[in-house]
């Protein structure tokens, strides 16, 4: 019996380390990070029931090896819990943000759990390392044979999911740039393999068969280093080669404080030499060079976008210092969204990404200020600190890999936000290297003979486990159907197996709220009441468990204001529910102006005065806004000030000169304002952009028909017609010409 637990908790961690970085399913709404988690606490629970099982059922004793940063992770583990429990956003608090997941309570707390079983129950960190070597082995050639288009072949020819026939795939992330960092983090424990590998042996001792055995370990430890090097150059992201060389520096460093290789000292000829080509691929656009020489081979990859450090670090210090319970607990795990949201600059209006709502930071140190406040940080680099003081003094050289690669997952963190593949790596890293230290590891053993009460609780505990774990199973399994449900467009379906997920219900208020415009956008003798109703008030209620399953999230509000907005004409009081859910969208997110323009839409029937003053607002925060400055001509227009009017159009056009709608409407004004050559000329164009723009051929028509050319107004009424078949208005007009 101890002899098959004891396999369970090791099996169960081995397959951890192979299977985190690799693995990725395409039947969820986001296929690595979601199942990267689903698989990390599925796998987690099951060491952790065998565990304790091993300890009631076998040993009859508590067995807990206790180590010198037990009381720091347990004590940052508390300070999660505690953040959750007045987050802001408990939903995304304890699962994670949707869309990220990776940062939710659930997955750190399975984290921390992870360290505890490695620290108690495995002894030699070799098989570990093994695997972890097997596995970024296979990321490194999936994800050549991705870039190259060799996969996409293979997945053709399989009839593999769609995802894996993209050149940026790789299971490691959804975005090359998180792959360029675990690598640039792989190769610096590379570089410590290859510098120990030999140091540390002595051929006179070792059997021919170890010897071969060492020469193979060092040939894969290069061909492994090498491909990485090579995948980081394809890729170039800066972050990436920040990392390997401020980490190759610390250990340098490190290394000549040490004198640890004062017997082969040009064994950190190595290090020097990736220190140079770091330098040196930051500072020259490898792209170029590429395009330059003519290697059409290697495919120009898309670049994630990733939020810059300056506005990480100043939302995260905003958040914390927001008020007193921020400064101690942040805004909870999982809420860098809501801080983003509330704390972004007006500055940054003005950069090429401000309409994304950024969900984590670029650093994760920034953001765990933010979402864990001073406190959590600080927990957070006592783990750190703590682990870096014991590794000074009990240094030996076979734990300088571990060492390194600790060090390089640190000098991430300032870089890139974490990932399931980066978190776990940290927590994996930590916990073997408290392994290999031994010496200050104790263990502390209570028998149930001697204490007959623990029988009695330890066996209650493993209960609650197995019943948790059977609860858990069974939800996790509705959810992840939820998810499933979600992504092929089946949101009732959704939201009936869980109905916890705010985004879920936020874009099921969408669609019933088109469904709803739709019905009221046909003429009156057309439209049926009853579906009206229906949809309107599915669009209602599904805004409003949005709302409630997402009091912290802009985009619940957002829409919860969009539904009552554009229904108040079929629902009593949707006005002022309008005007309330826009304006706490905005207390969400003050600088956004688009939330201002929303807001205008809605003063914009009757309050032509509040109206003016949001679009003024609006234009504050974002002077060059194109939809704040077209609101502000319709306005213009209505107040029969036309040339004021198509002068706004008229700029907004020269600005967005592939906008079809807003040159629809400068066509439009145009015609109101009498120019009817103007009108056709911006209108043909219109068609150059959409050819099937069906305001746009009808509004020719009726300039056509106005010049009294009737042969050609004819045939773009035909046009609408033939595009939409029913129009009573354009059958009218063919009938009157005819």
Known sequence: ?????????????SLLVFLIPLFFLPFSFEAFEFNKQYLLFFLVLISLFAWLGKMVLVDQAVKFKRTPLDIFVIGFLLLAVLSAIFSVDKGSSIFGFYGRFSDGLLGLLSLGVLYFLITNNIKEIGGILKAFSWSVFSVILISYFAIFGILAKIASWLSLPQLMRQNIFNPVSGSMEGLAVFLAVIMVFLVGKILTKSEIRNPKSETNSKSQNSKIQSFVFWALLIASLGLLIIINFSAAWRILLASLVLFLAFALWKR????????LLLPIFLIVAAGLFLSVDTGKIIQDIGLNMIPNLPKEQVLGQAISWQTGFKSATDNVKSSFLGSGPGTFHYDFA?????????????????????????????????????????????????????????????????????????????????????????????????????????????????????TTILILIGLGGVGTIFFGTRFYLADRAFIQGQYEKAVKLNPYQS????????????????????????QDSAIVQA???????????????????????ETQGMVYRDIRQVAGGAQEWAIKSFEK??????????????????????NLEKAKEELAKAKELKPDYADAIYQEALIKEREGNLDEAIKAIESLVLNNPFNAELRFQLGRLYYNNN?????IAVLETVLQLSPNHSNALYSLGVAWQKKGNKEK?????????????????????LKELK
């Open 342 to 458: 509330k704390e972004k600059p007006v500055s940054f209006n003005q950069n090429r990404l401000w309409q994304i709502r950024f969900d984590r930071a670029g650093s994760h140190f920034s953001e765990v200020l933010g979402t864990m406040g001073f406190l959590g940080l600080l927990s957070w680099l006592a783990i750190i600190g703590m682990f870096l003081l014991i590794s000074y003094f009990i240094f030996s050289q076979h734990q300088l890999p571990l060492l390194m690669f600790f060090i390089a997952l640190i000098v991430g963190q300032f870089f890139y936000y974490q990932n399931t593949v980066l978190s776990f790596a940290f927590w994996l890293v930590l916990a073997i290297s408290v392994v290999s230290w031994q010496k200050p590891t104790k263990e502390i053993a209570f028998s149930f003979k001697s204490f007959p009460e623990l029988n009695l609780v330890f």
């Open 713 to 733: 107004a004819q045939s773009y009424f035909e046009k609408v017609l033939e595009l939409n078949p029913d129009n009573q208005e354009v059958k009218a007009r």
């Open 585 to 606: 969208a905005i207390e969400l997110e003050p600088t956004n102006p688009v939330l201002r323009t929303e807001l205008s839409k809605v003063y914009i029937l009757d």
């Open 503 to 526: 985004q879920y219900w936020t874009i099921l208020a969408r669609v019933y709220l088109q469904d709803a415009v739709l019905e009221l956008a046909k003429p009156v003798s057309q």
């Open 1 to 13: 019996m101890n002899t098959f637990l004891n396999r369970i908790i090791k099996i169960s961690i």
């Open 260 to 267: 640890i290789f004062r017997e082969n000292v040009n064994r």
């Open 535 to 557: 949809k309107v008030t599915k669009a209602i209620d599904a805004a409003k468990t949005a709302v409630l399953r997402g009091p912290g999230e802009v985009a619940a509000w």
């Open 675 to 679: 120019r009817i050559d103007d009108s």
